[in-house]
């Protein structure tokens, strides 16, 4: 099973950055940490390749938040 939250000393900053995200932003974030390319998440979910691409950004600015 993966584990996220693998270092025990920043698993709570982890914890905080992964609970600030919605639902299906953890959703998009665990495809990609599978492996799964923008094209292969687009083609599942649906959508075109730009707006996974723009839900990508919008996680990663809610990040950036928390530097």
């Known amino acids: ?39 292969d998440i687009a083609a599942a979910e649906g959508v075109t390749e730009a707006a996974v691409r723009n839900r990508l950004k919008k996680v990663q600015e809610r990040f950036k938040i928390f530097k």
């Not at 920043?10 to 959703?27: D, K, Y």
């Not at 940490?33 to 094209?39: E, K």
């Open 1 to 39: 099973h993966f584990n996220l939250f693998r270092c025990s000393r920043t698993q709570s900053r982890h914890r905080v950055l992964w609970n600030a995200l919605l639902p299906q932003q953890r959703e998009l974030v665990m495809k990609k940490l599978r492996g799964m390319s923008n094209t």
